[in-house]
């Protein structure tokens, strides 16, 4: 009887520490699952053409050309690139004329063209055997049989031209407009703006409160940024969107006000209690003795605080910044609300941008499932998951050199 | 002399400016909430707590989007707390100090700083293409249990570490198993600083719009769920949607106010709660 009962309690033991460590891992999992989801549906864009699903690119069966950019692509079907010597190819009469479905009466009598289509082909190849500069975006259907033009083989999307691209227009035809540059710049600038106005003020509130503030009004002072924390951050961008945007505009006297500056003012408001937390801890971190022995040395307490307690807690306060830049940089809806999102390269932080996690929430409702405009979020998912890891690994170094060093 | 004389006023200037400086951080934040508060409490009544919208948004009120945002918030939690909780427990009582332990920490600590709209792809592509949820409740609910899934964890970590290890040794000296050290000495005392800890962390999940966003939420949907297979409305994207994107962004600026007046009540009334909650427990325990 009182083994069983032994064996009965072993048995309750060995199961509840199975749950706990089933529970335990239950993270690593969720993080291998996001790893292979993001990635997998992302890693999908680079298999995808660089010209929409289903049509091709031809020209005369004589010209050289064998390779075009989708930046290429896009001048040409938007008459910014006229000749082909622009496109390094020799072409007799040089000129571009670029043809798409529609232009095709203006080569061929209408009335000519069977109900059903079946003559295109043969159509679409004279017209392009009479103009040697002819470059045509059609079906790919229509290039099956009959056809005499050259196709472009233009392969998938690329990496160079996705990480080098310089123009966002993941709807544009015939060739999507895939080019991060603009949109991680955007990122960048309004974070970076953020932490510049963020640090200052969170560093003041972080030792005031470590150092100088009575135990009254540090019982005061920490709720706030407790609270500061907790507000939803869709309010901050209704605050910033009703209050900073207009005050902005009128500043600055601007055509809108949804401005880099704008998110970044935002952004700063929501990353101080990240960096005055652990900014604060780090600080009440220094040893009471160093600090007593500075004062006894004849230093007053600001010579202190600088000479001392700063330096002794520089680490503290780096990984504090450092994870309040990743809030900046991962936050989605208050820089979405005031921003402007116009995905062009800034030049200056009056001037709408977009940011990586922006351009997610407000595109991919549009986006068609597993198509290229939809993956090519996913790469974007990946990017900000990758520059965020890289982040909080930095943290996780810098706290654990800081452990070494005081041990 | 003259050294000393500018040591001084360096210093007094100095606290001068982190003075200022930190008055300004608080001003600010009394600034956002009195602006919400003042304006969104003209717009609250009975009849904008109960009512559905009504003419493009710009009238009725937000019932269905409160039902919604409650039961995203229930639905999350029931998934995070369970599993957060027995992994703190596994992590401060039961894990040694091994490679990986040291993984799956650091593996939580990752998880707790992926930005939201992260989770919202993610949960996109697990929970409402590949297992079919669809945009819904369920899809919803368990994206935002990921979100709150690291906070809970280090919640019931911190609580646990304080307790001293005494007990735990004492426990263990009359005869208990390790199990029963844990459930009868110290949950029991870790039990209101885990609970503080939950109530943050439903404040934090109820606000989050950008991981709903793609897998629960509907732009206008003026009746309740019925299961938990349907779309809601949620007061965080109801916010986005109509200072943003709505019909007449101008007329239903009234109920914008509203809703974030409810957003913030529902986090400061959170924070309250807990730290009542907490003041009342350490009197007990001093009492003791």
Redesign the interface.
């Known amino acids: 009887m009182k083994k069983m009962f032994r064996g009965k309690k072993y048995f309750i033991e060995a199961l509840w520490e199975g749950l706990l460590k089933i529970s335990g891992s239950v993270t690593s999992i969720i993080i291998i699952l996001i790893v292979l989801f993001l990635f997998s549906e992302g890693m999908g864009l680079f298999k995808k053409n660089v010209i929409e699903e289903g049509y091709v690119i031809a020209v005369n069966k004589n010209n050289p050309i064998k390779d075009l950019t989708p930046q290429q692509i896009k001048d040409v079907f938007d008459v910014k690139i006229e000749t082909w010597k622009e496109l390094g190819a020799d072409v007799s009469g040089n000129q571009i004329v670029v043809l798409r479905l529609d232009d095709i009466p203006n080569y061929f009598p209408e009335e000519e063209i069977a109900e059903d289509m079946s003559n295109l082909p043969q159509i679409i190849s004279q017209i392009l055997d009479d103009n040697p500069g002819m470059i045509a975006f059609v079906p790919k259907d229509f290039t099956q049989t009959n056809f005499t033009g050259k196709i472009l083989d233009l392969g998938n999307i690329n990496f160079k031209d996705f990480f080098g691209g310089k123009e966002w227009f993941p709807t544009a035809q015939p060739a999507h407009q895939f080019g991060v540059i603009p949109i991680v710049m955007g990122t960048l600038w309004v974070s970076l703006g953020a932490i510049l106005i963020a640090l200052p003020f969170g560093l003041a509130v972080a030792i005031y409160s470590a150092e100088l503030a009575s135990k009254a009004v540090h019982k005061v002072l920490k709720p706030i940024i407790e609270l500061l924390a907790g507000i939803p951050s869709v309010v901050y961008g209704f605050f910033g969107l009703v209050v900073i945007v207009p005050l902005i505009q009128k500043t600055f006297n601007l055509d809108v006000g949804e401005t880099g500056l704008a998110g970044s003012i935002v952004l700063a408001i929501m990353a101080l209690p990240t960096i005055i937390t652990i900014a604060e801890d780090a600080l009440r971190s220094t040893p009471r003795a160093m600090k007593e022995a500075s004062l006894a040395l004849g230093a007053n307490k600001w010579q202190t605080i600088v000479k001392v307690t700063i330096p002794y807690s520089i680490s503290g306060i780096t990984a504090g910044v450092v994870l309040g830049i990743g809030r900046a940089i991962g936050e989605t809806m208050a820089v979405l609300m005031v921003t402007g999102n116009a995905a062009v390269i800034p030049h200056t932080l009056l001037e709408p941008v977009r940011t990586i996690p922006a351009t997610i929430a407000a595109e991919l409702g549009e986006a068609p499932k597993g198509g290229a405009h939809y993956e090519a979020l996913f790469v974007l998912g990946c990017i900000l998951f990758v520059i965020t890891l890289l982040i909080n690994l930095t943290v996780e170094y810098i706290s654990y050199r800081n452990k070494n060093k005081v041990a | 002399m003259d050294y000393l004389k500018r ?2 006023i ?2 007094a200037s ?2 001068w ?3 200022i ?2 008055v ?3 001003a ?2 009394f600034w ?2 009195g ?2 508060l003042v304006n969104g409490f003209q717009v609250i009544s009975w009849d904008f707590l109960t009512k559905m919208p009504e003419d493009g948004m710009t009238k009725g009120g937000i019932y269905p989007a409160i039902i919604g945002t409650l039961c995203l918030t229930v639905g999350s939690m029931i998934f995070a707390f ?3 909780v ?2 703190g ?3 401060n009582e ?2 040694g100090k091994g490679w990986l332990v040291r ?2 920490r ?6 707790g ?6 989770f ?3 949960g ?3 929970f409402v ?2 297992m079919g949820f669809g945009d819904s409740i369920i899809a919803g609910s368990l994206t935002l249990g ?1 979100l709150a ?2 906070v809970v ?1 280090r919640t019931t970590e911190e609580a646990l570490k304080q307790i001293d290890n005494s007990y735990r040794l004492g426990s263990l000296a009359l005869g208990a ?3 029963q050290t844990v459930v009868k000495v110290v949950l029991p005392m870790a039990f209101p600083n885990i609970i503080t800890g939950l109530i ?1 962390s439903i ?2 999940v ?5 991981p709903i ?2 897998t629960a939420v509907a732009y206008f949907l003026p009746m309740l769920p019925s299961s938990i297979f349907d779309q809601v409305m949620a007061l ?2 109801h ?2 949607v109509i ?2 994107s709505g019909t007449d962004i101008e007329a239903s ?1 009234a109920m ?1 106010y509203g809703t ?1 007046f409810v ?2 009540m529902i ?2 009334i ?2 309250l709660c807990a ?1 009542a909650l907490r003041r009342y427990f350490s009197n007990k325990v001093k009492t003791n």
């Not at chain 2, 650091?106 to 998880?111: C, F, G, H, Q, Y």
């Not at chain 2, 700083?113 to 992260?118: F, L």
């Open positions: 040591k001084k360096n210093q100095a606290f400016i982190l003075k400086m930190s300004v951080v608080v600010m934040l956002i909430l602006f919400i369970p599993i957060g027995l992994s427990i596994y992590l039961y894990a993984l799956i650091t593996m939580t600590n990752n998880l700083s992926i930005p939201s709209i992260v919202g792809l993610f996109m592509s697990l293409n590949t990921l899934l690291p964890i198993t390790k199990l943050l404040g934090r109820s606000g989050e719009t950008a966003m793609f965080p994207y916010l986005y200072s943003t600026r914008a974030a957003l913030i986090v400061l959170l924070n730290n």
